[in-house]
């Protein structure tokens, strides 16, 4: 498969298609009057307050997006012993530093910042250039491994808990973060206070506390991170299909569109999409009007969150008569698990899953290697 290009010439000679979950607006509008809004508040500062008097030292990793500045004001309103910290990738956008600067005033707050590994750093983009992330999923995890997984790492040493703004209405993939679990790759508790809250609790607590938010906010943006993966959102898109992996110039499909079924309103509100058991195909028409835009005879990129969704839409797209339909790394957030498509006679190049299974077998074959050495010196 060839390496993926995100510059006018890839997108001028092929149409690369985005396929997503769509969140209905009702997964994010929870109602908050008065009361309700008090009583999450109060749920949530008895929680900080138990974290920072039993876990001590607890840190609140903040990447200064709305839920964050909620937990940030609630730590310095209640003069909790919880540290700040954030992660400083070098691709922040200008909006995220005046922020944090607004915050250190606003609160008299430090607010520890982790950078990433110059060494590290320079070697990855000596090696593979400043944005490398748009080329392929392995480059664009290790950009995150290099400016954010290896700073985080750095920040929880030593630490006994910490926090996040994880909330379950962020995304699909997001809808079973617990309040409370044990993170086994820092091997320390973890805490997600506004698990439970929606963005309109979010909002309501801002706007009621004044609280300061990032400018980016206002112009489109809910969800913010680094400035090359992180764009406006457009009514009605899911706000993660603008982050970490969104290729430039892709198309935004909703997956379920796809599918007939009068279950779909029920389970869109149970979030239980991501499966399409008892679905079934709309007519070819439904289905034509819904991909009139794209040219059949073009070579069509396909990709999302989740290699299920794309194998199934590219056998879609394939029963239609588009002629050359490629999955692109079936799944650039690694959850590809399955080639299961629709259409007849369909085999998916499921790069993801291919790379999953060669590094297992690649280790069952280094035990077995290091059992029968073991075995011989025994002897």
């Not at 400018?215 to 400035?227: K, Q, T, V």
């Not at 979030?271 to 009139?292: E, F, I, P, T």
């Not at 835009?293 to 239609?320: F, M, N, W």
């Not at 299961?340 to 280094?366: H, K, M, W, Y």
Request: with cysteine; charged share 25%; net charge positive.
């Amino acid at each position: 498969m060839d390496r993926f290009d995100a510059s006018d010439t890839f997108l001028a000679e092929r149409q690369v298609v985005h396929f997503r979950d769509q969140r209905r607006n009702s997964t994010n509008r929870n109602t908050s009057d008065s009361s309700d809004l008090d009583r999450r508040t109060d749920e949530a500062e008895r929680l900080l307050r138990r974290i920072a008097t039993h876990h001590v030292p607890a840190v609140f990793a903040s990447s200064f997006g709305a839920e964050d500045m909620v937990l940030i004001d609630m730590i310095a309103r209640n003069a909790l012993r919880i540290r700040l910290f954030t992660l400083d990738t070098g691709r922040l956008p200008e909006e995220t530093h005046t922020l944090i600067e607004r915050t250190r005033e606003r609160y008299a707050l430090p607010v520890d910042i982790f950078t990433p590994d110059a060494r590290l750093l320079q070697t990855f983009v000596r090696e593979n250039g400043v944005n490398a992330f748009y080329r392929s999923t392995e480059l664009r995890k290790s950009c995150c491994a290099v400016r954010k997984t290896e700073p985080l790492k750095r920040a929880l040493v030593a630490k006994g808990a910490w926090i996040t703004g994880l909330r379950r209405a962020q995304a699909v993939t997001r809808q079973n973060v617990p309040l409370e679990e044990f993170d086994a790759v820092h091997g320390l508790p973890k805490f997600n206070p506004l698990a439970e809250w929606g963005d309109d609790d979010v909002w309501s607590y801002l706007r009621t506390y004044n609280v300061p938010y990032n400018a980016l906010h206002d112009r489109g943006f809910p969800s913010i991170g680094c400035a090359p993966c992180t764009r406006a959102v457009k009514a009605g898109e899911d706000i993660r299909a603008i982050r970490g992996g969104h290729i430039p110039g892709a198309t935004n499909i909703p997956y379920e569109q796809n599918w007939i079924d009068p279950e779909t309103p029920g389970k869109l509100a149970r979030k239980q999409v991501s499966s399409n058991a008892g679905m079934s195909l709309k007519s070819m028409d439904d289905l034509k009007r819904l991909y009139s835009k794209l040219d059949p005879s073009k070579e069509t990129i396909v990709y999302c969150q989740s290699g299920v969704r794309a194998s199934e839409t590219a056998g879609v797209l394939q029963h239609l008569g588009f002629t050359n339909v490629k999955v692109y790394d079936s799944s650039w957030l690694g959850y590809g698990n399955t080639l299961d498509a629709p259409a007849e006679n369909v085999t998916f190049f499921n790069v993801g899953l291919l790379n999953s299974r060669i590094s297992t077998l690649q280790e069952r074959i280094n035990q077995l290697e290091k059992e029968l050495a073991e075995t011989k010196a025994r002897k």
